[in-house]
C-alpha cells in the first residue's frame, strides 16, 4: 500500500479528493466525469448495488425513493433510513460516498491508498467528529486525522509565508455553514474563535429558490385551489434538479428562467437576481452577524486582534450576494477556489502527518548504506492549535423551595476555550442518606450556553457516569468534578466522592454507533459494489 494519503472533503452536497504530488504540491483528483467535485449522492439500485455522485443525481430523477442525498445533516444522529430493504445510517451511507471517492481517485492515478484525513464543519461537535470518523473506518480506510475544514482551508491557502497572518474563513457549504478565525504562517495554525450554523447552506438558498419558482409557476398557470404542484413527486424532482444550476446561473447573470410543466400546464418561468436576493435576505444577514459574532469574540479573546485576510471558502460563497453584504458590513473579502481549498489543506496535513517511507529493497542484505526514501517531496508537518467548538458542562440539581429541586447545566469548559484545556467543579450529596450520585456531561446544543437540560445534547450519562455502593452519605458533601477536553476534543469526566476515594472516569467519545456497529456496517459496505 502506499505511503500517500488522500484529503478528503466529504461535503453535505459536493466532495472532493485531493493528494500531494511528488513534488510536494496537493492536486485534486477528478472523477471519472472529469468534474473536481463528486455530488454527494447515493442510489440504491435493486441488484444490492449503489450509485454515487452524478449517476446517482441523475438517477435520483426519476426514482427518488430511493436515493439519499444531504446526509452529512444527520451525521452523529440516531437516524436510520431504509433503502430496498437494508437499513442505512449517515454513517453507513457517508462511508459509501467515501469508499468510490477513494476507489475513483486510485483507479485514476493506478495506486493503492488507504490512509485519509477527512474534514468536518468547525462547528461539528464531538458525536459529529466521531461519526465522521467512523464512516471513514466503515469505508475501510485508516484515518489519519479529523480537521475542521477552515483549519485545512488555512493551510492550503495561509501557511506559505513565514509570518504570521490573521484570518478569518468564511466558509458557506451546500449544507453547513462556519466562520473561524485562525492566526497562520508556514507549518502552524493557532485557531482563536469558531462559530457558525451546523444548519445552514446552499441547500436553503436552494429551497427559497424553489419556493419563489413554484409560487410564479402557480400564477402564472392560473391553477385553481385543487392544483398542487407541490404534492406532484415527478414536478417537485425536475424542479429541484434544475434550481441548482438556475442558481449558478444567477451567479453570473441577472436573470435565468425554467420550462416548467404541470398536467396541461406549460410555463416559462422567470427569476431575477434581484428576487433571488430579496427572498434569502434573512440568510445572507443570518452569516454577515456571524462574521461579525465570531470577530467579536476573537477581539475578546485576543485585544488588539486584526483580520490580514478575509478568505471565502465553500460553493455557496461565489453568490455575489454574499461577497456583496460582506462588503457592506466593513469587511474585506478574498475569493479562493471555493469548493478545492479544503480538500488540498486536508492532503498537505495528512501527508505532514504520515513518516517518510523508507524502500527496504534499496540496499542489499548486510550492506552498512543507509535505506533510500521514496522519490518527491514531502510537506512540513502542521501544527494546529485548535479550540473546543462548543461548551462542555454536567447535570446539578438545586433546591427551589423545600424537597423540590430543579437540574441544571454547569459548563466547565466554553465554545472558544483553547484545547487541550481542564476544567473542575464541587458538587455536593443532594439528600441525606444519598448511596449513589450521577454527573451526566452534556454538550452546548445552541449558539449560547443555556442552563435547562433540554437545550443540550447529553454526551455521556447513565451507569458509566454513576458512583454507586456510597456509604448513606450527608446532604451537601462534597464529590469532586474533573474534565479533560485532549487536542482533538475528546472530553473525559472524572468524578470522585472523596471520603470513600470512589469514583469513575467516562471518556466522551460517544457516537450512536457502537463498535460492533461499525463492524458490522464495515462489512456489509465491503460488500457492497459501488459505482460512479
Not at 404534492?231 to 434544475?242: G, K, S, W
Not at 454577515?288 to 490580514?308: C, E, W
Not at 446539578?396 to 465554545?415: M, N, V
Not at 458509566?464 to 462534597?478: A, E, F, V, W
Amino acid at each position: 500500500m502506499s505511503d500517500k494519503v488522500y484529503g478528503i472533503d466529504l461535503g453535505t452536497t459536493y466532495s472532493a479528493v485531493a493528494l500531494v504530488n511528488d513534488l510536494g504540491l496537493p492536486e485534486i483528483i477528478k472523477n471519472f466525469e472529469g468534474h473536481d467535485t463528486t455530488p454527494s449522492v447515493v442510489y440504491f439500485n435493486d441488484d444490492g448495488s449503489a450509485f454515487i455522485g452524478g449517476q446517482a443525481k441523475r438517477t435520483q430523477i426519476a426514482d427518488p425513493e430511493n436515493a439519499c442525498a444531504l446526509i452529512k445533516r444527520h451525521i452523529g444522529e440516531d437516524y436510520k433510513i431504509e433503502f430496498r430493504g437494508n437499513v442505512h445510517t449517515p454513517e453507513t451511507i457517508s462511508a459509501l460516498i467515501l469508499k468510490e471517492l477513494v476507489n475513483n481517485a486510485n483507479s485514476q492515478n493506478g495506486l493503492d491508498i488507504g490512509r485519509a484525513v477527512i474534514t468536518v464543519p468547525a462547528y461539528f461537535g464531538i458525536r459529529e467528529r466521531q461519526a465522521t470518523r467512523q464512516a471513514g473506518e466503515i469505508a475501510g480506510l485508516e484515518v489519519v486525522g479529523i480537521i475542521p475544514e477552515p483549519v485545512a482551508a488555512a493551510i492550503a491557502l495561509g501557511t506559505s509565508q513565514e509570518e504570521e497572518q490573521t484570518l478569518l474563513v468564511f466558509d458557506l457549504g451546500g449544507g453547513t455553514f462556519d466562520t473561524t478565525i485562525l492566526k497562520a504562517q508556514a507549518g502552524k495554525v493557532d485557531v482563536v474563535a469558531i462559530d457558525g450554523e451546523r444548519l445552514l447552506g446552499g441547500a436553503d438558498w436552494d429551497q427559497r429558490l424553489e419556493d419563489l419558482f413554484l409560487e410564479k409557476f402557480r400564477n402564472q398557470a392560473a391553477l385553481g385551489g385543487d392544483a398542487d404542484p407541490s404534492a406532484d413527486d415527478e414536478f417537485m424532482t425536475d424542479l429541484r434538479v434544475q434550481v441548482e444550476d438556475a442558481k449558478k446561473a444567477l451567479t453570473i447573470r441577472q436573470v435565468t428562467n425554467l420550462l416548467l410543466r404541470y398536467g396541461d400546464k406549460r410555463e416559462k418561468v422567470e427569476i431575477t437576481r434581484e428576487e433571488f436576493e430579496a427572498a434569502t435576505a434573512d440568510l445572507v444577514e443570518l452569516t454577515v452577524v456571524t462574521a461579525q459574532r465570531v470577530l467579536k469574540t476573537a477581539q475578546d479573546k485576543s485585544p488588539g486582534l486584526t483580520i490580514d485576510r478575509f478568505l471565502l471558502v465553500g460553493g455557496s460563497s461565489r453568490m455575489p450576494m454574499i461577497e456583496n453584504a460582506l462588503k457592506a458590513a466593513g469587511f474585506s473579502p478574498e475569493r479562493t477556489d471555493y469548493d478545492l481549498s479544503v480538500a488540498k489543506g486536508a492532503a498537505i496535513y495528512g501527508q505532514g502527518e504520515v513518516p517518510a517511507y523508507v524502500d527496504p529493497d534499496s540496499v542489499e542484505a548486510g550492506s552498512d548504506e543507509t535505506p533510500k526514501s521514496v522519490p518527491g517531496v514531502r510537506p512540513a508537518r502542521v501544527a494546529v492549535t485548535n479550540v473546543l467548538p462548543r461548551g462542555v458542562g454536567v447535570q446539578f440539581a438545586r433546591e427551589t423551595e423545600p424537597e423540590k429541586y430543579e437540574d441544571y447545566i454547569e459548563f466547565l469548559a466554553h465554545a472558544n476555550d483553547t484545547l487541550p484545556l481542564d476544567g473542575h467543579a464541587t458538587g455536593g450529596i443532594l439528600r441525606d442518606g444519598q448511596t449513589s450520585v450521577e454527573v451526566p456531561l452534556y454538550e452546548q446544543g445552541g449558539v449560547g450556553e443555556s442552563e435547562k437540560p433540554e437545550d443540550n445534547k447529553a454526551l455521556v450519562s447513565g451507569p458509566s457516569t454513576t458512583i454507586t455502593g456510597l456509604p448513606p452519605m450527608r446532604k451537601g458533601d462534597p464529590i469532586e468534578i474533573k474534565l479533560h477536553v485532549s487536542e482533538e476534543g475528546i472530553a473525559t469526566l472524572s468524578v470522585t466522592e472523596p471520603k470513600t476515594g470512589r469514583s469513575f472516569t467516562a471518556e466522551a467519545a460517544v457516537s450512536v454507533l457502537s463498535g460492533s456497529d461499525v463492524e458490522e456496517s464495515r462489512i456489509m459496505v465491503a460488500k457492497t459494489d459501488v459505482r460512479s
